[in-house]
């Protein structure tokens, strides 16, 4: 049989280990990006680990999420970051340049190479046949030393395409429909493999739709074959030259197999608050919408904004909505600009934003008390507008323009009748406009040695966990339930992101919203473990989700089921994660119960692990889905500690 698109990509970076789904790998990483709101702690690690430069292809420093600089703490980390890229060789893409996963795929991303970077949306390059992983910020650190990664080898899935689009239907219906059928959870260890006639129609940026929001799936990436659009796209781009044919082979063997018919799809929304529950927007109940926005990495491309334009032609912004729109990066912003299509959203009362992440992250246009927010963003979890009690939908640009103009829910073709057709004239530009002068490119090492790093006050230390003990005896700090996402554990808005440089003072908001006095009780505790239910950890892939908690004591997190970054994220950063062997031993235990485990560090090679309530005065098992290299980055403290033993041992041995 023949190989997967997947399976090439990672046999042409395998170092060791076992290509068997399920099994570990450890693969060669080409590329690296980090983003502001995360950064720091990346390169505080970096920092940490001691080497005086980068050892990737290429790796980037993108400052784009939080560019409000409502007091010191923000523009303080993109100087350190700034000055940090300088001193380790990495490329910035400066405040104002784009959105990172928009800017990499145009500027730096090619067919057949591996990137992996600190953010969940990483898989956007999977747009032009690149592999790119999300993982946590200490995962990209290990990358830049050029140590191979290790990989939980996936199931490649193969999602079949047929069909056309139609007017009005937008590629956030695929991924839309793939969530409502395979669900937040459903991809766990899979790859979504995107093939087939529907497939070869789909432009670049419509493809990286897909593949960004294929994060919600929980999938380690989704990818579609280099062909003729990725040609096509990096020609237009001006780089031609990064273009190399990269197809799976036709009879290419996959773990599974999905068929969408394209001309099937109608306009989908996204309802609170989980990105799967996904019903037709025909069917959404009509309630009064308050704000809008159009905009993320996920679905500003030039062809969506200049469609959502199309829409507001001839209409006005409804007085009762707020409708933003922050464009992915000043390439398209202009882009758009040159052919009029900016001037047709502010004549239609749209407010233009700053070019950056903005309301995707909170950072901005917070919903109103109980509000509604319709967005083009990938993700409507709970208070990831900023305000836990306003409801956030998830819709395409056509429908989020419409939506807009009649103030409740509403179609691109209820708002242009026969002319929706106009919506198929569209097209991504022949050309792209390449201007660069907003990256800063590396020095020469001989420069980059004299580059002092500036750090501000808010800048503090990484803390680094203590090695596990033989003996646990520890109350249940937080008893959560099913889903709870890092929105939950660390919160996110222009406040709280600046604060993710400093960890004594973010882990006092740990779990702020979703149970405002776990900080407090879990630092009284001194040390504790989380009960979770199902699919705990999922979504963003900040690590502070990981690191607060541990600052904070906590030792292991028992739970149902744990989202894949976050699991590594624990591992990293010296929290045990584990899962119910029997989910039912879930309801038996409450906060405050006290846990105790014997011969803790005996038992974390088997995998499995015996937990007694001594509250309750009744045993149970968890099981460590722990890879062998996890085991030994557990029993080392962390990630950090593990690596600096690793390379210690590899100079040993020059
Ligand atoms: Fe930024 Fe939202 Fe994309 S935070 S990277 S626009 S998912």
Redesign the pocket.
Known sequence: MGRSLTRKIIESHYVSGSMVPGEEVFIKVDQTLT?DINAVMTYLAFEAIGIDRIRTECSVSYL??NLLYVDFKTPDDHIYLQSAAKKFGVHVSRPGNG???TVHVARFGAPGKISMGG?S?TPHGGSIGMLCIGVGGMDVATAMTGVPMRLKMPRVINVHLTGELKPGVNAKEVILEMLRRVTIKGGLGNVYEYTGPGAAKLEVPQRATIT?MGAELGATTSIFPADKQVHKFLKAQGREEAYRELLPDEDAEYDDRIEINLSELEPLVSCPHQPDNVIPLKDVERKPVQQVFI????NTSYADVAKAALVFKGHHVNENVSCTCGI?SKQTYKELLRDGYISMLLDAGVRMLEIS?GP??AIGQTPPTEGIAVRT???NFKGRAGNPNAKIYLVSPESAAATAIKGTFASAEEIMGDEITKLAEIHEPEVYEADDSMIIKPLEPEEAQKVEIVRGPNIKFLPVPDEPQQYLKVPVSLKGGDNISTDDITPASAEFSSMRSNIPLMSQYCYHRYAPDFAAHAKELGKSIIIGGENYGQG?SREHAAINPMYLGVKCVIAKSIARIHKGNLVNHGIIPMLFADPADYDKIDQDDELEIENLLDQIPTRTVTVTDTTKGFSFQVNLDLSDNEVEVVLCGGQLRYLKKQLAEMDADK
Do not use: E, M, V
């Open positions: 983003h784009d999420h959105i990172c996963h953010d949306h960004n905009g993320s990495c996920t992915a992440c995707c992250c963003s990938n993700r963003s």
